[in-house]
């Protein structure tokens, strides 16, 4: 694509009914999306099976050559792409954003591209021969949220391509656009049908989930959507991953040094002004560092610039959406009205226009506290005290979701063993959220199952087949 206004145009409808999509930062219109219809699936299902068994059959290395010049395609494309993103997600072009995103994408493909899969021998005793190979699905279908919208389709769609599927995305309704224009920049290399974008609603994912005609379903949401895709995916036994929502625990060790980790801290909070599934949402902080590690993040985050993405001096945007602003202010003002204390933010200037909720960080609160007991996903933490290590490992694992966690101190071997005490699919020490394309990704308990990313990343998008003979 050469301009922003030349991929907005081809991804804008000519006929059919449209919606009108709205700046977050703004509340002006960015574009119009097409409002595609459970019949439109039905189409995009059918020219899917039309078009895999030819690209299964080119073969791991020929996939493999196309999805790298999708990425360079994705590259070439890359400041209109984030400049989409930026207006319709609302994340800022600079900082871990938009175009951090755009970057991450061509990264992933790069890595499903180039990740080798041979068959495994399992057996070869003499008498038998045993190996693990893996089949092509067939047609998958990836239904993706509103806060990272292309990385997460790209995560979605890279490994299913690269093992011989078909896609059909349904994005989120509030973030069509991009995944549309994504889609449409990788579709300048892939063969017509392997991967087509449905821009529906939520009956258009039930349905997808359910179609006797796809084989597996990548799901990337809440928890409670999760659930609905497991019940709706039962009838035809499909296989399923599932990125569902977290609450992130974060234990600053008495051994931490509170300056040198105040800016991992922030980012791994902030990171997308909170909307990432595996941010730091609770802080559990030892008493012997507590108001130390309160004025380190304080004076960190008070730096932090938050306003419209598209100006290259922010670093933290809007609220996606108003639902998700809501939920944080009632959040905070719950924690206020339980006698908490706001360190930082939490007094929204609601005369301005998009939904900007500021930074907000809260001191002195209870770990039964809806802020932390609840998911936020938005610019609002916690920092709870506590007085025992294993009083902090009770309360990071007392709620039923386990996507990520981590722990903060200056001794390694100290920090590792906490680590394993924690119920959580990662575990990062001195870090927190980090996502890297060759190690695997996924959630414990409520926050899912399956892995992303790695080889075990590949593996999840073929139907394991012992040859034995
Ligand atoms: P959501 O569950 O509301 O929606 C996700 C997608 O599911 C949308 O495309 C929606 O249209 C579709 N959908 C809704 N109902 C459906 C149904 N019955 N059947 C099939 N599809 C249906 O999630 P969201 O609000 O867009 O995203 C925020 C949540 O996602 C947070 O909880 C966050 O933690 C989680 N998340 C998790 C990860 C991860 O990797 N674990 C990553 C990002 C976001």
Known sequence: METYDALLASITPTTGETRTIFDPATGTAVGHAPVHTVEDLESAIAAARAAQPAWAALGHDARSAALLKAADAVERSAEELAQLLSREQGKPLNGPNARFEVGACAAWLRAAAGTPLEPETVVD????????HYRPIGVVGAIGPWNWPMMITIWQIAPALRMGNAVVVKPSEYTPLSVLALAKVLNEELPEGLLTVVSGGRDVGARLAEHPAIGKVMFTGSTATGKAIIKSSADTVKSLTLELGGNDAGIVLPDADPKAIAEGLFWGAFINTGQTCAALKRLYVHDSLYEAVCAELTAVAAAMPMGNGLDEANVLGPLQNKAQYDVVARLVDAARGSGARILLGGNPDTEQPGYFYPTTLVADIDNSNPLVAEEQFGPALPIIRYSTVDEAVTMANALDVGLGASVWSSNLDGARKVAARLEAGTVWINKHGAVDP???????KQ???????????????????????
Not at 438 to 444: E, L, S, T, V, Y
């Open 125 to 132: 005793d003499g008498e038998t021969r045993a190996e693990l």
């Open 447 to 469: 926050s899912g199952y399956g892995l992303e990313f790695g080889v075990e990343g590949l593996k999840a998008l073929g139907v394991p087949q012992i040859i034995n003979g």
């Open 438 to 444: 060759r190690i695997p990704f996924g959630g414990a």
